[in-house]
């Protein structure tokens, strides 16, 4: 089992019929191929994670970093893992604005947030600052972390 991460930006805003478009072209694709993860879009930047069969997941990888609604993508994570953390999602994807964080209760902003929680792992660590640095508008932090 496999799994690879991805953090990219878009090279123009998706509407949500574009959106729609694209999810039901890479559920299809999972469902066909084995492939499991999720999808995480917004500020105009995508974070997927896929899980599967090595070779099908850099195939398909290989593609979407070729995808023209893509640029600066960024390889997070990519190696064995020992199962699927998402095995009934084919494509789980939820749309939400950072604004829409603040309904939930005791909802702590992401820049408030702090990667040194106790009791992580350092790779829990690591995916914990990617999500992070997903939800605030800009890259900064995600360029910082990665050394760019």
């Given at each position: 089992m496999h799994q690879l991460i991805y953090f990219g930006q878009a090279?123009?805003?998706?509407?949500?019929t574009q959106l729609e478009q694209l999810l039901a072209q890479a559920r299809q694709f999972n469902a066909a191929h084995g492939l499991t993860g999720i999808l995480l879009y917004g500020n105009d930047q995508?974070?997927?994670?896929?899980?599967?069969d090595a070779a099908t997941i850099h195939s398909l990888y290989a593609r979407i970093c070729q995808d023209p609604r893509h640029h600066?993508?960024?390889?997070?994570?990519?190696?064995a893992i020992k199962g699927r953390a998402?095995?009934?999602?084919?494509?789980?994807?939820h749309?939400?604005?950072?604004?829409?964080?603040?309904?939930?209760?005791g909802y702590i902003s992401p820049a408030q947030l702090h990667a040194e929680q106790a009791g992580l792992s350092p790779a829990?660590?690591?995916?914990f600052q990617l999500?992070?640095?997903?939800?605030?508008?800009?890259?900064?932090?995600?360029?910082?972390?990665?050394?760019?």
């Open positions: 090279t123009a805003s998706l509407t949500g995508f974070l997927q994670v896929l899980e599967g600066e993508v960024v390889t997070y994570a990519d190696g998402f095995a009934d999602w084919h494509m789980a994807y749309p939400l604005v950072p604004e829409q964080f603040l309904e939930f209760a829990d660590t690591q995916l999500l992070r640095a997903f939800l605030l508008p800009n890259r900064t932090g995600l360029n910082e972390q990665l050394g760019k």
